[in-house]
Antibody, heavy 119, light 106 residues
Framework: VQLVQSGAEVKKPGESLKLSCQASGYSFPLYWIAWVRQMPGKGLEWMGTIYPGDSETRYSPPFEGLVTISSDRSIRTAYLQWSSLQASDTAIYYC?????????????WGQGTLVTVSS | SAALTQPPSLSVSPGQTATITCSGD??????VCWYQQKPGQSPFLVIFEDTRRPSGIPERFSGSSSGSTATLTISETQAMDEAVYYCQAWDTSTVIFGGGTKLTVL
């Protein structure tokens, strides 16, 4: 199992952003993929999850409406996007493989994408 | 509100046993897992479903659960075990992490 994330980003407040996470080594449609945020020097926060089989999504309440999680089965890729970034979005974002149910442990982690939002 | 509480830090000497707790009033009947994160690295799973070890995780790592507290035990702690450890639980609508415990091996 491997999850390869897109590279680091530096953005200005108000800009949009879409991160990617390409999966390999397992049946992509069958496992939920989640996104986890880690702000500088802080702990882990679950943002939401998607089932690539039918694109069903579930969001953590603090992140609902602020980010969009999507996926493209044809290229085995999940996405996390913002329409308008804020400085407080500065963090490392990890994509993680979950189970065949929406809420579970995470047995594989991407390398993380550092997002820096600064004017 | 739902929360998982971990001690912020723990120090042990090499060869000693490290015990890290994770408490949550509303999560006592839920499965817990544990992750290790070293500086500059992604977290990785060391215990899942309270007690199970993924392939490749040393037997020194073990998990247990009683009441509303889950415990990660590292026997014969080594310098390479120095890291931040996070517990995680989930229910039918959300996933929650503990705040993390920084384990220092002196």
């Amino acid at each position: 199992v491997q999850l390869v994330q897109s590279g680091a980003e530096v953005k200005k407040p108000g800009e949009s952003l879409k991160l990617s996470c390409q999966a390999s080594g397992y049946s992509f449609p069958l496992y939920w993929i989640a996104w986890v945020r880690q702000m500088p020097g802080k702990g882990l926060e679950w943002m939401g999850t998607i089932y690539p089989g039918d694109s069903e999504t579930r969001y953590s309440p603090p992140f609902e409406g602020l980010v969009t999680i999507s996926s493209d089965r044809s290229i085995r890729t999940a996405y996390l996007q913002w329409s308008s970034l804020q400085a407080s979005d500065t963090a490392i974002y990890y994509c993680v493989r979950s189970c065949t149910v929406p809420f579970c442990y995470f047995d594989s982690w991407g390398q993380g994408t550092l997002v820096t939002v600064s004017s | 509100s739902a929360a998982l509480t971990q001690p912020p830090s723990l120090s042990v000497s090499p060869g000693q046993t490290a015990t890290i707790t994770c408490s949550g009033d509303n999560w006592g009947d839920k499965n817990v897992c544990w992750y290790q994160q070293k500086p500059g690295q992604s977290p990785f799973l060391v215990i899942f479903e309270d007690t199970r070890r993924p392939s490749g995780i040393p037997e020194r790592f073990s998990g247990s659960s009683s009441g509303s507290t889950a415990t990660l035990t590292i026997s014969e702690t080594q310098a390479m075990d120095e890291a931040v450890y996070y517990c995680q639980a989930w229910d039918t609508s959300t996933v929650i992490f503990g705040g993390g415990t920084k384990l220092t091996v002196l």
